[in-house]
């Protein structure tokens, strides 16, 4: 009988109550209570971990993230650690010399902001000796040499998709950078990664997360999605050999150039994995609209300047008649609505739902105050990525200019939720942005920009960005942990008698810093069913 007792530290339960010590027995929270309880209830050959003042708190789950792509990327050309044009050429260039047998130049990080208007351009690429193919950071756009179109035979000519957009130069021809469903007519040509890439992605993803304190997510794209393949099998893999010791549920893609035909589709992909223990693809993703940066979130009124209201990728009408028939499997539904108009279609779409199937809506960028109170009201959750709700280039340069100022008052009203008792859950949306959910704390809390980030030193990134929109700690840590864990049905996110011994150690106690501190924050030890997985 294996036993661990915590001490020496403040712990947060994510339950409301109070606790100084907690014991562990067999991967289980045995107890928790003052230290002389949870002494009185250890065996005498107990280990002890000396907490020394530091927070012990339950691991935290990402309810929306994208590891496989994420591990992908840092395997191909990655540009997300560095910024700026000169920059992410530089490292283009070092990476083509040292992959001469590539066919294709892959893998993506860019940031929008770091280009005038938001765009790259062919031109830039056009060093290379082979076809480019570079995701952008929000994995809504992908950034192409001419070798790349002429691979796929775009040329001025080439309609657009009805889900996406080829970005022109003046005179029509394709100026290199394809947003949403134009992203695969370049990307369905790039090279097919092998059953062993994909694992090794896995793999680097998991090991990442562990050292974030991270330990369950959900997988917000299990399926084929730009230009990316299908994940669904080498999760099944991973979970089949015990490799994958996360608690992982898969939100499988709902194909927007299809209807309800494919739902018995997602019914045997759901059989598939019910005898599964880390992995269960219980949950169903619909992308309802894109991105404010490039006009296609779908809005109610007419973007500034530029004009049109977005896109809403499924019809709103039929959007009604496929959740309904996804509730009715017991499937859980999981937005993702960036525009005011796509949050207003996915609650209307999920009115008359089946509370108990948790279904959540993510991103919630902009809510228009009318539709603040269903949430509570019908049951959703809201599924908060916090890391975004600051002044940064893509905010202040291409987004707040094109919404006008009423609608930019409504981004992001996380404290408005939590007011009209919406239950929350929170992610990252990692590779579009960093993991690490104490830095998303940090936005949560103080509305900035972490220090250190590439964003940090942007002129207004330290003028808090609609403050009244904060959150306390406590209300945002269990988002992370509770929370995203009740959307997840796992049984770790709290530490209570009978649950997994899913914890992590951070470095300090949060509690006890200047909240303008919250970013220099790291998790120091996580434990998976009280085993070390990071730290130690």
């Known amino acids: 009988m294996t036993e661990l007792v915590f001490r020496g530290g403040p712990v947060f339960t994510a339950t409301g109550s109070t606790a100084e010590a907690v014991l562990v027995r067999d991967g289980l929270i045995a107890a928790c209570g003052t230290e002389a309880e949870v002494a009185g209830q250890a065996g005498p050959r107990h280990e002890t971990v000396d907490l020394d003042g530091r927070l012990l708190t339950p691991s935290f789950t990402d309810a929306h993230l994208h590891p496989v792509q994420a591990g992908m990327e840092r395997a191909r050309c990655d540009l997300s650690e560095v910024y700026g044009l000169p920059e992410y050429v530089e490292r283009i260039r070092v990476y083509a010399a040292a992959h001469p047998g590539k066919e294709w130049i892959d893998g993506g990080g860019w940031d929008m902001s770091a280009f005038p208007g938001g765009l790259p351009h062919r031109s830039q690429l056009d060093f290379l000796d082979r076809p480019a193919y570079l995701i952008q950071r929000d994995h809504h756009a992908a950034w192409v040499n001419s070798r790349a179109l002429e691979a796929a035979g775009i040329t001025r000519h080439t309609p657009d998709p009805p889900d996406g957009r080829i970005e022109r130069d003046p005179d029509g021809s394709p100026s290199g950078v394809l947003h949403e469903g134009a992203m695969d007519l370049v990307g369905l040509l790039t090279p097919r990664p092998t059953e062993a890439d994909m694992h090794a992605a896995l793999m680097d993803a998991q090991s990442h997360l562990f050292s974030l304190g991270i330990t369950g997510w959900q997988d917000a794209i299990v399926g084929s999605y730009a230009g990316s393949d299908d994940q669904f099998p080498v999760y099944v893999s991973a979970a089949a050999s015990g490799r994958l010791r996360a608690r992982v549920t898969g939100a499988l893609w709902w194909d927007r150039t299809r209807g309800a035909e494919q739902i018995p589709g997602l019914v045997e992909r759901r059989a598939a994995t019910a005898g599964l223990d880390r ?258």
């Not at 404290?415 to 104490?438: E, F, I, K």
């Open 279 to 536: 992995f269960r693809a219980t949950s169903v993703k619909i992308m309802q609209d894109g991105i404010t940066e490039n006009f296609t979130a779908a809005v109610l009124e007419p973007y500034c300047r530029c004009g049109g209201t977005g896109l809403s990728y499924v019809d709103p009408a039929k959007l009604i008649e496929y959740v309904a028939e996804l509730d009715a499997n017991g499937f859980q539904v999981h937005f993702h609505a960036i525009g005011e108009r796509a949050v207003r279609e996915a609650l209307d779409a999920l009115r008359g739902t089946d509370p108990a199937n948790r279904h959540h809506v993510a991103h919630l960028q902009i809510i228009e105050p009318s539709d603040l109170p269903r949430f509570a009201a019908q049951g959703v959750t809201a599924n908060l990525q916090p890391l975004w709700a600051t002044h940064h280039a893509q905010m202040d340069e291409l987004t707040l200019p094109f919404l006008g100022e009423e609608r930019s008052a409504w981004q992001y009203p996380f404290a408005d939720l939590v007011r009209h008792g919406t239950r929350l859950c929170a992610g990252s949306d990692w590779p579009v942005s960093t993991a690490d959910p104490l830095q998303a704390m940090h936005v949560a809390v103080n509305r900035t920009e972490p220090g250190g980030s590439v964003h940090a030193t942007y002129p207004t990134a330290q003028t808090p960005f609609l403050p009244g929109q904060a959150i306390d700690l406590a209300t945002v840590l269990t988002a992370y942990t509770a929370g995203s864990a009740w959307i997840n049905r796992s049984p770790a996110g709290s530490i209570e008698p009978g649950r997994p011994a899913d914890l992590v150690v951070l470095d300090r106690d949060p509690f006890a810093v200047d909240p303008a501190d919250l970013w220099r924050t790291r998790v120091a030890m996580t434990f998976l069913d009280g085993d070390c997985v990071h730290g130690g």
